[in-house]
């Protein structure tokens, strides 16, 4: 069922459902020995369980969380349940840069 669908049918017992989920973050600026990692933030309302791909998983209603993918871009979506078993979606999409000590690392044979 859809989010419409149930906000309607919720609402004839007296209580409007109005499911919400919400994704928002950055990436930390890149300068010598840091970089790569960054901020991802949500929220949400009127559902039942929520979880984020990337390995993240569960999440509480709302919170906040670093994450670290260095010289990558990730997208975050955020996935929430409503009662009547709809789901709703968010995402925000992060490009993390590349340590600048990792660039050097690299450029002299070395891992990183």
Same mark, same amino acid.
């Given at each position: 069922?859809?989010? $419409?669908?149930?906000?309607?049918? /919720? ?9 919400? +989920? ?14 790569? /990692?960054?901020? *991802? ?5 009127? +559902? ?9 998983? $569960? ?7 670093? +994450? ?8 975050? $979506? ?8 709809g789901t709703i979606t968010s995402?925000? $999409? *992060? ?18």
């Amino acid at each position: 069922m859809d989010p $419409t669908t149930a906000k309607l049918r /919720n609402a004839t017992a007296g209580h409007l459902e109005n499911p919400l +989920v919400s994704i928002t973050g950055y990436a930390n600026p890149c300068g010598y020995g840091y970089g790569g /990692n960054g901020v *991802i933030s949500w929220s949400s309302q009127d +559902v039942v369980s929520r979880s984020i791909n990337q390995g993240i998983g $569960t999440v509480a209603s709302s919170g906040s969380l670093t +994450v670290s993918y260095a010289g990558q871009t990730k997208t975050f $979506t955020i996935t929430g349940t409503t009662s009547s078993g709809g789901t709703i979606t968010s995402s925000v $999409t *992060i490009t993390f840069c590349t340590p600048l000590v990792c660039d050097m690392l690299a450029r002299m044979n070395d891992l990183c």
